[in-house]
């Protein structure tokens, strides 16, 4: 498996001719409409201008992906659909042979992304609607990851906090539908072990724990974002988020990642219990055992 993306690694460059059928111009440049069979068995057919694939065209990779879209001088930019060899693809703009602008990538397992992409990796405002349980998070990206002010919408609840590397942090509320919302925090705490864990020498994994603090009636929810940071060049193929953010501040629930349905105490008579025992407890995240197998890695030939 590799690091880099197909894009990058397998499509031929300018000097890397192969065989050609199509237009030219006065110097017997490649120029206008051609087909050409490249040397390492990948095809192109669509625009030339000088010699270089230039405006629309589509690239066939030998193991099957393919590219359609806009090209300027052989390099993917502008508008553009890349299928991958597993089956996932992406829909949306390009620039300089990256996912870059607004954007939506289809997973294997169904999930999908839709919204903004900085150097091939998922960055600023975008929603993820993980296809399992119908959850999704809308909010901050930053560097691929979940990251600032977002909203993690369940079922019949949501949660409204900030996120740090896809966990909730600080203070946050969950909203229920029966409405109400209970306010608390997000506090990192040691993950509880086994005797049989406890005498093996393991890392020690930090898991945010929510502690309730009050009940109230529903409110409007602004988020709040930081100035976000331009994050380093990434490439490749986009692996299905990870289900470990907030999940059911129930005990009582036995959730799967965000799948888990929350059901308070439903009716005006059951109301004030419900209030009042959300208040006296402080409650464990349940940590998401959604675990997808990563993406097949980038394009291979």
Same mark, same amino acid.
């Given at each position: 498996?590799?690091?880099?993306? !197909?894009?990058? =690694?397998?499509?031929?460059?300018?000097?890397? =001719? /192969?065989?050609?059928?199509?237009?030219?111009?006065?110097?017997?440049?490649?120029?206008?409409?051609?087909?050409?069979?490249?040397?390492?068995?990948?095809?192109?057919?669509?625009?030339?201008?000088?010699?270089?694939?230039?405006?629309?065209? &589509?690239?066939?990779?030998?193991?099957?992906?393919?590219?359609?879209?806009?090209? *300027?001088?052989? @390099?993917?930019?502008?508008?553009? &659909?890349?299928?991958?060899?597993?089956?996932?693809?992406?829909? /949306?703009?390009? #620039?300089?042979?990256?996912?870059?602008?607004?954007?939506?990538?289809?997973?294997?397992?169904?999930?999908?992304?839709?919204?903004?992409?900085?150097?091939?990796?998922?960055?600023?405002?975008?929603?993820?609607?993980? #296809?399992? &349980?119908?959850?999704?998070? *809308?909010?901050?990206? *930053?560097?691929?990851?979940?990251?600032?002010?977002?909203?993690? %919408?369940? =079922?019949?609840?949501?949660?409204?906090? @900030?996120?740090?590397? @896809?966990?909730?942090?600080?203070?946050? @509320?969950?909203?229920?539908?029966?409405?109400?919302?209970?306010?608390?925090?997000?506090?990192?705490?040691?993950?509880?072990?086994?005797?049989?864990?406890?005498?093996?020498?393991?890392? *020690?994994? %930090?898991?945010?724990?929510?502690? #309730?603090?009050? %009940?109230?009636?529903?409110?409007?929810?602004?988020?709040? =974002? !930081?100035?976000?940071?331009?994050?380093?060049?990434?490439?490749?193929?986009?692996?299905?988020?990870?289900? &470990?953010?907030?999940?059911?501040?129930?005990?009582? %629930?036995?959730?799967?990642?965000?799948?888990?349905?929350?059901?308070?105490?439903?009716?005006?008579?059951?109301?004030?219990?419900?209030?009042?025992?959300?208040?006296?407890?402080?409650?464990?995240?349940?940590?998401?055992?959604?675990?997808?197998?990563?993406?097949?890695?980038?394009?291979?030939?």
């Amino acid at each position: 498996m590799s690091d880099l993306g !197909s894009e990058e =690694l397998e499509e031929e460059g300018e000097n890397d =001719l /192969g065989e050609y059928e199509g237009e030219r111009n006065e110097v017997g440049e490649r120029h206008g409409h051609g087909k050409a069979r490249l040397p390492n068995g990948d095809t192109y057919e669509g625009n030339y201008e000088s010699g270089k694939r230039h405006g629309q065209g &589509t690239y066939k990779f030998k193991n099957g992906a393919r590219y359609i879209g806009d090209y *300027v001088k052989n @390099k993917k930019h502008g508008q553009g &659909t890349f299928i991958y060899p597993d089956g996932s693809r992406y829909e /949306g703009e390009w #620039a300089d042979d990256q996912r870059h602008g607004q954007g939506v990538y289809y997973y294997v397992n169904n999930d999908t992304y839709t919204g903004e992409w900085f150097n091939h990796q998922r960055h600023g405002q975008g929603t993820y609607l993980y #296809a399992e &349980t119908g959850s999704k998070y *809308v909010g901050s990206w *930053v560097h691929g990851q979940q990251e600032g002010a977002a909203e993690l %919408i369940h =079922l019949n609840h949501r949660y409204q906090g @900030k996120f740090i590397n @896809k966990n909730p942090v600080g203070p946050g @509320k969950y909203v229920f539908d029966v409405g109400c919302e209970q306010h608390g925090e997000y506090r990192l705490t040691d993950m509880e072990r086994g005797e049989e864990e406890e005498e093996e020498e393991t890392l *020690v994994n %930090i898991v945010p724990k929510w502690k #309730a603090l009050r %009940i109230t009636e529903l409110a409007l929810w602004t988020p709040t =974002l !930081s100035e976000e940071q331009p994050p380093p060049e990434g490439q490749g193929q986009e692996e299905p988020q990870a289900v &470990t953010g907030a999940s059911d501040p129930s005990e009582d %629930i036995q959730a799967e990642g965000f799948e888990g349905d929350l059901e308070p105490k439903g009716g005006d008579e059951d109301m004030d219990t419900f209030r009042q025992e959300s208040q006296e407890n402080s409650y464990d995240i349940d940590q998401g055992n959604l675990n997808f197998d990563e993406e097949q890695s980038d394009l291979q030939d």
